[in-house]
């Protein structure tokens, strides 16, 4: 019921930078929490960046400084703008969503999108 598509991803080289956009579609009451995840090779998936369900924000200290994370309500959209980038930030990156489904229901459901490819080289 709920879709969470990436774009933005692609090949950039160091230094360079690319905005990553989330945008939720379907059927839902609100989103509670939106954010950005990524995985490289060998490693765990890990918070990059999100709104926490009272507005706050949270980073990795390895982005501090360099990405950024807004959103447009009205669309429903979440970006991330990667400014600086570094080989090390090579990964798939990855939207979710905390959902919650109606507004009879108070429990929230975490939605995953499929995954878009970051990579950093010259």
């Known amino acids: 019921q709920v879709r969470l598509v990436e774009s933005g991803g692609g090949l950039v080289q160091p230094g360079g930078t690319l905005r990553l956009s989330c945008a939720a579609s379907g059927s839902f009451f609100s989103i509670n929490a939106m954010g950005w995840y990524r995985q490289a090779p060998g490693k765990e998936r890990e918070l990059v960046a999100g709104?926490?369900?009272?507005?706050?924000?949270n980073y990795a200290d390895s982005v501090k400084g360099r990405f950024t994370i807004s959103r447009d309500n009205a669309k429903n959209t979440v970006y991330l703008q990667m400014n600086s980038l570094e080989p090390e930030d090579t990964a798939v990156y990855y939207c979710?969503?905390?959902?919650?489904?109606?507004?009879?229901?108070?429990?929230?459901?975490?939605?995953w999108g499929q995954g878009t490819q970051v990579t950093v080289s010259s």
């Open positions: 979710n969503a905390d959902i919650r489904a109606r507004a009879s229901r108070y429990s929230v459901d975490k939605y």
């Open positions: 709104f926490t369900t009272g507005g706050g924000t």
